[in-house]
Nanobody, 125 residues
Framework: QVQLVESGGGLVQAGGSLRLSCAAS????????MGWSRQAPGKEREFVSA????????YYTDSVKGRFTISRDNAKNTVYLQMNSLKPEDTAVYYC??????????????????WGQGTPVTVSS
């Protein structure tokens, strides 16, 4: 069993920054890729970013490239999502997920088998 707990969400003005954290417990965290997805009100869930098991490979969806940075600290069993230059369209609930394998990338090619409960992010204009 894997538990993922996100934190760090909140209300921020456009142009501001937030850093999301995801603490993992259960399986050996360092053996798996990790990812972040988000779901805005009334929209489908969108896969945002991923990082490989050692942190050497990352993936970003086009809309966040250059603004978001994913990282991980395997000693702390934690993955982070640094979000800069936030826009109102980044408003969503953000979820962290554990990959089934070691490589970083979006579904469906890369699968994720556990997700946290999410942390809400609201960006005001």
């Amino acid at each position: 069993q894997v538990q993922l707990v996100e934190s760090g969400g909140g209300l921020v003005q456009a142009g501001g920054s937030l850093r999301l954290s995801c603490a993992a417990s259960g399986r050996t965290f360092s053996n798996y890729a990790m990812g972040w997805s988000r779901q805005a009100p009334g929209k489908e869930r969108e896969f945002v970013s991923a990082i490989s098991w050692r942190g050497r490979t990352t993936y970003y969806t086009d809309s966040v490239k250059g603004r978001f940075t994913i990282s991980r600290d395997n000693a702390k069993n934690t993955v982070y999502l640094q979000m800069n230059s936030l826009k109102p369209e980044d408003t969503a609930v953000y979820y962290c997920g554990k990959g089934k394998g070691q490589g970083a990338g979006p579904p469906p090619r890369y699968e994720y088998d556990y997700w946290g409960q999410g942390t809400p992010v609201t960006v005001s204009s």
